[in-house]
């Protein structure tokens, strides 16, 4: 996608090969900021602190802390070591275990001065063939803009949560994937932001997206979402996945459950956009099974604002002495996602469903 004209993507091989260029998202919408990693531990802690995030980007970015930690060395400890290390950056979202698993796997049976090229080349293709899933999650959803979009006057209306735009992919994003296609196909569209706190990545992420694309889009409250259900302003919902189950339960940001809620009670579509990495095929019972993590309880008590005087601030906006909980994401129950959209197409949020797009996973 695009940043004043120019096409960027959030994370990159740099040409010198020696280096990982990611967009701080931690400073956004306020700064637009490059950070270069060089080795392990950096590739961690931007994963950590939230510079990258987005499960897909999660995945990538760990693909290629890696290859960093090979290049520092490739030795079979340091490989093992790598592959904790970085497992222990983000715990709910799949994708980080999966390029995990399939970046250990790739390069165990090797020799550790093969490693460095092979791991390059494999962080770099996991990223190319992210873009291509996401485009494709664009092309499917684009069909149910489509048939709204055929029977009313006036824009579509779509009511996101959080971000699962293409700062949180590798291009494209996952739910907003069908909405830049249906822009930039004429198809007119104006897109409900939900600010989305505790860290407010739909007011400062999707927002910013969607404002440099030049999508229509208002930002609203996450609680102004089922009022404006209820007064027929929604025509149907997109959000992302950190996490879905084998037989159809989402794990997405905190608040998603709510929304689906609200959706289901006002008759409006729900549907998650996912890309097959996001598919735990060994978890069937999301609320039982998915480990949600617990973020730090400043996220809650503080926020970051711009001043009048330009500078980036923190602010307390919770009771002096008051404690605060920060459950990073919740579970909807498959019983209320409409659809699942995929990159082979749009599926019913259960096992039969997803085991119909994807049988040599589901076996």
């Avoid at 010198?16 to 392990?40: M, S, Y």
């Avoid at 950590?48 to 999660?58: E, F, H, K, N, T």
């Avoid at 790598?82 to 799949?94: E, F, G, N, Q, V």
């Avoid at 019983?335 to 039969?352: D, K, P, S």
Wanted: with cysteine.
């Amino acid at each position: 996608m695009k940043i004043n004209g120019k096409p960027w993507r959030p994370v990159w091989l740099e040409n010198d090969g020696w280096a990982v260029g990611i967009i701080d998202q931690t400073r956004l919408p306020f700064a637009f900021e490059t950070l270069r990693l060089e080795n392990l531990d950096q590739a961690a802690h931007a994963i950590s602190a939230m510079q990258v995030r987005g499960a897909p980007l999660i995945g990538a970015t760990a693909a290629f802390g890696m290859a960093l930690a090979m290049r520092q060395n490739a030795s079979d400890p340091n490989l093992g070591a790598a592959y904790d290390r970085l497992l222990r950056t983000r715990p709910t979202a799949i994708n980080l275990k999966w390029a995990l698993d399939d970046m250990r796997q790739r390069l165990a049976p090797i020799a550790p001065n093969e490693r460095v090229p092979a791991a390059n080349a494999r962080a770099a293709q996991i990223v190319e063939e992210d873009v291509e899933i996401n485009r494709m999650i664009g092309v499917h959803g684009l069909d149910l803009i489509r048939q709204i979009a055929a029977k009313k006057d006036g824009p579509v209306n779509i009511l996101t949560h959080c971000n699962a735009g293409w700062l949180a992919t590798c291009d494209w994003g996952t739910a907003t994937s069908p909405i830049y296609q249906a822009h930039d196909a004429g198809i007119p569209v104006h897109v409900w932001v939900d600010e989305t706190r505790p860290r407010n990545q739909g007011g400062h992420l999707t927002a910013w997206e969607l404002m440099n694309h030049g999508v229509p889009h208002t930002v609203i409250v996450d609680n102004a979402g089922g009022h404006l259900m209820q007064r027929g302003e929604v025509d149907l919902c997109f959000t992302g996945t950190d996490r879905t189950t084998a037989t159809g339960d989402v794990c997405n940001k905190i608040g998603t459950y709510l929304k689906a809620l609200a959706a289901q009670d006002n008759g409006v579509p729900f549907y998650v956009c996912l890309p097959s990495p996001t598919i735990d095929w060994t978890v069937r019972d999301g609320i039982a099974e998915i480990p949600i993590e617990e973020r730090n309880a400043a996220e809650v008590t503080n926020v970051a604002g711009l001043a009048e005087n330009g500078a980036v601030v923190q602010a307390r906006v919770v009771s002096p002495g008051s404690s605060a909980a920060n459950p990073a994401f919740d579970v909807t129950p498959a019983r209320l996602v409409t659809g699942l959209v995929t990159e082979r197409g749009v599926a019913e949020a259960t096992a039969e469903g997803l085991a119909g797009l994807f049988p040599e996973k589901a076996a």
